[in-house]
């Protein structure tokens, strides 16, 4: 693994999902921040091409760091894991791979992690039953359309719009969803995620209770 010290990495597992993936990691080469991030893909043993796009993309962006598990299962808690274990930085963002991001994603997220250890981000249109976003909106990405396009609500929309102290049920945690999450390190090795889980979900709401 390189050396280099970062403020922030930005961890994403996939599986056969090249796709979306290369949507998302054009939106995260292309953010609008001033102190060094990384880019952990963190491969549940993917056969459909993923290891090529992510070796050109490490042709040109040297803060991307790619690693492989084999195919035994859908382990996201383990994939996660694995790229924060190979992180040196004091922020890691949980990102998931299907996931295209403003320009100011990663400093909205640091901002906020200077008044909180963690941060659940809004995923738009994420386990949206109604509506969803069509992967032709975005192949031709560009940060000035991307802010033009609807936000199709998520299912955890009532609980983002109310103000701080609104918010007081102790069930907050069924919420947790590592879709798009950021929280400190030094936080996160004292929990991590359950490796123990095969399969979708689960895993992510588990470590926020």
Same mark, same amino acid.
């Given at each position: ?108 997220? !640091? ?60 069930? $907050? $945690? ?8 950021? !929280? ?15 399969? $979708? ?9």
């Amino acid at each position: 693994m390189k050396n280099e010290k970062y403020l922030v990495s930005v961890i994403i597992p996939t599986y056969n999902n090249k796709l979306m993936l290369d949507l998302s990691l054009k939106s995260l080469t292309n953010q609008k921040f001033d102190f060094p991030y990384e880019i952990i893909v963190v491969d549940d043993g993917s056969n459909d091409g993923t290891k090529k796009l992510l070796e050109k993309y490490k042709e040109k962006y040297n803060n991307l760091t790619y690693l492989f598990q084999e195919d035994n299962g859908f382990r996201a808690g383990l994939a996660r894991n694995l790229g924060a274990s190979k992180s040196n930085s004091e922020i890691l963002i949980f990102l998931n791979d299907d996931m295209v991001c403003r320009r100011d994603f990663i400093n909205n997220h !640091i901002e906020s992690q200077k008044k909180h250890d963690l941060v659940l981000g809004y995923s738009a249109s994420y386990n949206n039953k109604n509506e969803t976003y069509k992967i032709k909106q975005f192949q031709d990405i560009n940060h000035k359309n991307l802010d033009q396009i609807k936000i199709i609500k998520e299912f955890r929309d009532p609980l983002f719009n109310k103000t701080p102290g609104e918010y007081s049920n102790n069930n $907050w $945690w069924k919420f947790f969803v590592a879709s798009n999450i950021s !929280i400190k390190k030094k936080l996160f090795d004292k929990f991590k995620f359950d490796e123990n889980f095969i399969g $979708w979900g689960i895993e992510d709401v588990e470590l926020g209770y």
